[in-house]
């Protein structure tokens, strides 16, 4: 039986660990960190045998059963090899996607692997180094961030980071350490005031402050050009409320007024996702006040399930859609996916750049007249919001009106942006458009169109002809 072979291990021979240990590691990332299952749990330990072993699909099949055999087979088609170009990357990742939408405990067993991965990267070479950090930094972070696993996402951007710039990255850790004791104690100064009110109004809560990720902190000295002692928000205050499942969000607005009642809120930093949660699943109030000193502070308050949610993402989130009504975010993106991915015929690196700005930036909600929101990628355009309400209405687009005031179709669009279509039937989609539009949605159907056309046009060059000539005797 093939069960009692030795495998080898391509890790095992890099760090000199036994074979067992990385799959245990993974399985444990994917029940404690994600919150996953039984089943997942056992995909976990096996994901790498059919690849690495002379255990073949069947054996598991046999052994396991199907359903585990599937992921197992969706988890053997990501593969783990390092050496290959960037086509050949985005062709992988292409294939990820297509196995994400039909069982997502496969994308997230990936996210498990890849973590440990980064997690015992020390003992490779510098260069497979290099490129396993790049490429967590521009597939797997982004992707863990859309799942809603903020601390797994974190924790990649941190370690990539470690590698690809360890310079900067020790130079920042340095410097967090020094600063670590002035921090708490203004920490410490800021919350006591506030507990003090929380108390008295007898939440179950708990208050602290946590820094934010070197990597964050890097890219904001980057973004604003400014050192490590000018960036102000080196950590943000989070308070965690105990509240029944009806009283959330009046309870957060309660804190969220108690806080502002100490420390003079920054009108323009109010984030509201109780209202609209983000489309990962993520909710909470974030708002920026004045602390002591005349210091801003970054405050989010959640509640224990949403925090949950945020750290563990996808299966916490399922853990509680149950009873709720609320259709769930991720069936729409997975929907989105699914949808774009089947009408596909572009080449993967496009493929890999379309579903980035499409599917892992971050989001703007635009409301059409009727006040139904619709979430868009940063950067998309009153285009895009055409072809996202319906691809007939995106390819008659004239012009839009956005708040009101007429814009043109490639004006880019704004968080709470009321957005109304304008359309004639004498409209159709040209070679510029491509230009205006960030979606994968917009790009596929304007491309679609342009093909139809091209091939329309071959078949009636002739009748073309002789219908503009006659177009322009209609004109005199
Ligand atoms: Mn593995």
Redesign the pocket.
Same mark, same amino acid.
């Given at each position: 039986m093939k069960w009692q072979q030795t495998p080898i291990k391509r890790c095992a021979e890099k760090s000199g660990e036994p074979y067992i240990l =990385?799959?245990l590691a993974?399985a444990k990332i994917c029940t404690e960190e994600i919150g996953l299952g039984i089943r997942s749990s056992i995909c976990s330990l096996l =994901? +790498?045998t059919v690849e690495d072993t002379d255990i073949s699909l069947e054996d598991i099949e046999r052994e396991f059963g199907q359903e585990i055999a599937r992921i197992v087979d969706g988890l053997t088609k990501i593969s !783990?090899v390092i050496d290959i170009n960037a086509s050949q990357q985005a062709e992988n990742f292409k294939k990820i996607l297509l196995t994400l939408t039909d069982d997502p405990r496969v994308i997230l067993i990936k996210l498990a +692997?890849r973590l440990h !991965?980064m997690r015992t990267l020390e003992s490779m070479k510098r260069e497979k180094q290099l490129k396993i950090a790049s490429e967590t930094v521009y597939v797997y972070a982004p992707l863990a961030h859309r799942m809603g696993l903020y601390s797994i996402k974190t924790e990649m951007e941190d370690l990539a980071m470690k590698y690809m710039e360890p310079d900067v990255y020790r130079d920042i850790a340095k410097k967090l350490a020094e600063t670590k004791r002035e921090r708490t104690k203004y920490i410490n100064e800021f919350i006591r005031p506030i507990k003090e009110k929380l108390e008295k109004g007898n939440f179950k809560f708990e208050i602290y402050g946590r820094p934010k990720s070197i990597h964050s902190i890097w890219n904001k000295m980057k973004k604003k050009g400014v050192d490590f002692e000018e960036v102000y928000d080196l950590f943000a205050i989070r308070v965690l409320l105990d509240s029944p499942h009806e009283r959330e969000k009046e309870d957060c607005w309660k804190v969220y007024s108690m806080i502002t009642d100490e420390y003079t809120p920054s009108p323009e930093r109010l984030r509201d996702w109780l209202s609209n949660p983000k489309s990962n699943g993520y909710e909470a109030l974030h708002t920026t006040v004045m602390g002591p000193q005349g210091k801003w502070v970054e405050v989010q308050i959640r509640t224990k399930r949403m925090n949950e949610i945020a750290e563990k993402g996808l299966a916490a989130h399922w853990k509680y859609k149950e009873g709720t009504s609320d259709e769930s975010r991720f069936d729409k993106w997975f929907q989105q996916i699914r949808e774009v991915i089947s009408n596909q015929e572009t080449d993967s690196i496009d493929f890999l750049q379309d579903f980035k700005t499409s599917f892992l930036a971050e989001e703007i909600y635009v409301y059409t007249p009727k006040g139904d929101v619709k979430m868009l990628p940063v950067g998309s355009t009153a285009l895009d919001f055409a072809f996202a309400i319906h691809s007939a209405v995106g390819s008659k687009t004239i012009g839009a009106k956005v708040n009101h005031k007429l814009v043109p179709i490639g004006h880019k669009l704004r968080s709470g942006d009321q957005v109304e279509i304008i359309t004639s039937n004498k409209q159709k989609p040209n070679e510029d458009w491509l230009g205006y539009v960030v979606t994968a949605k917009a790009r596929g159907r304007i491309k679609d169109a342009l093909k139809e056309e091209k091939k329309g046009k071959l078949q009636t060059k002739g009748n073309m002809q002789y219908s503009a000539s006659w177009m322009a005797w209609a004109l005199y």
């Open positions: =990385h799959p993974v =994901h +790498d !783990n +692997d !991965n």
